[in-house]
């Protein structure tokens, strides 16, 4: 019996303050260091192991270390890039440090033309010496540009490859999103080739384990190790379980019920409070006093405190409410760390756009049908919600990276190309 585990989404560097940069660069350590404890015979991570692609020297000291930790017990770390940790024109420290031998990439492919004439992009495996099993998969870009990849995939010559096999993917499954991720950019199941044993996903924050999809045999997220985004704190500080995944197998993975079995490994690596204001129907004066009330008499020590305050002021300024005090408070209390967002805090006296969304994608999409009509422009039906829908296809045309092996004119022949297309204009 072997075992493989697969992380994802570490996010080394996303953090700015100091005592959440050490939660962070511990989480990643805690990883390794189970892994080693429990012998396992490989490791996958699925993408954004770093928050970009040229991080802080310092984190990449500290996670070359413990790289190197793990080589030195002669197991083999593959890695695909994230969306994060992808750079289509430099080099990536994930380049880098894949150069010193302690990552191995898997996204290695070519691009064939089939018998209609159409571009295919052929995948190749890497076998692990020790187990025998078959990696591949596709790296992460940046909007959903990986579409490309998976527009062009030979799935067919992947499905024929016999043998114990993995595909690792850094992308969103829409068929699997969470609810308050349902506006997320994403490709449907079936683009995936069928017939491997086990995909290991990175991309959504948030623990994912699927195996009733007809020929796609178990699908995992593990969800990341701590946190890359201030909405990850939120979801831990309301239960969400955070770790890795580690897997048994020999010909095939053992358990049936694999979803159910304790091959998560939970990471406890600080205790949080989730503190949540509703402001409607009541004053500035009214809420901050309520806010005061009850973080004087709440255990706040050791805890790493997420404090939610949202809806629409009866009278008075949001600005009237102190945050900086009411963090201060609990700061002096005890907390590890305090988070405030008062984002979606408004006032009737003083009201502005607020444009709200989880993704960038979501937030551009309103920010362009609110501010719309505020625009002058000389043809009328661009100054409707037509016109925002078509700023948004442009955005999206004009950030498509290359795709692989296209030169550096037919890329910006193919953009340009593609973007009169979406204005509905002819190329000159």
């Known amino acids: 019996m072997y075992k493989f585990a697969h992380i994802a989404d570490c996010h080394l560097g996303a953090q700015k303050y100091s005592e959440l940069k050490e939660l962070e660069i511990k989480a990643f350590n805690t990883c390794l260091d189970r892994c080693i404890k429990e012998k396992v015979d490989f490791i996958i991570i699925a993408g954004d192991l770093f928050h970009s692609n040229l991080p802080d020297m310092g984190i990449v000291k500290q996670a070359v270390a413990k790289l190197k930790e793990v080589a030195d017990k002669g197991i083999p770390v593959y890695i695909n890039y994230g969306s994060h940790d992808f750079s289509p024109n430099e080099t990536s420290i994930i380049d880098v440090i894949t150069e010193s031998g302690l990552l191995k990439k898997l996204f290695n492919g070519y691009i064939v033309e089939n018998e209609l004439g159409e571009e295919k992009l052929k995948l190749k495996f890497i076998t692990d010496k020790k187990t025998g099993a078959k990696l591949t998969g596709i790296s992460g870009r940046k909007m959903g540009m990986d579409d490309a990849y998976y527009n062009m995939l030979d799935k067919t010559s992947l499905e024929n490859e016999d043998g114990f096999k993995i595909f690792v993917f850094h992308t969103s499954i829409k068929n699997l999103l969470p609810d308050f991720l349902s506006k997320m950019d994403g490709i449907d199941i079936k683009r995936l080739p069928k017939k491997f044993d086990y995909y290991a996903g990175g991309h959504i924050h948030q623990k994912i384990c699927e195996t009733q999809l007809e020929g796609y045999n178990i699908i995992t997220y593990p969800g990341p190790p701590f946190a890359g985004y201030p909405r990850d704190l939120e979801m831990s500080a309301k239960g969400e379980k955070r770790g890795f995944f580690i897997v048994e197998f020999d010909e095939n993975i053992q358990n049936v019920n694999f979803c159910e079995d304790k091959s998560f490994y939970e990471l406890d690596m600080a205790k949080y409070d989730f503190l949540s204001f509703k402001a409607d129907d009541k004053n500035s004066n009214h809420l901050y006093d309520e806010i005061l009330e009850k973080i004087k008499y709440h255990d ?36 590890v760390h305090v988070s405030i967002n008062h984002h979606g805090l408004v006032s009737k006296e003083f009201t502005k756009i607020r444009v709200k969304g989880e993704t960038t994608e979501e937030i551009e999409e309103n920010l362009l049908l609110e501010n719309i009509r505020n625009i002058e422009v000389g043809q009328e039906e661009l100054n409707t919600k037509e016109g925002a829908k078509l700023a948004i296809n442009l955005l999206k045309t004009l950030r498509k990276s290359p795709k692989p092996n296209e030169k550096k004119t037919d890329y910006k022949n193919r953009i340009l190309s593609e973007s009169l297309e979406v204005l509905d204009l002819e190329s000159q």
Do not use: C, M
């Open 300 to 335: 706040v020590n050791g805890k790493i405190i997420i404090l939610k305050v949202k809806g629409e002021l009866a009278g008075g300024k949001t600005s009237d409410i102190n945050f900086h005090e009411i963090k201060r408070i609990l700061k002096e209390a005890g907390a």
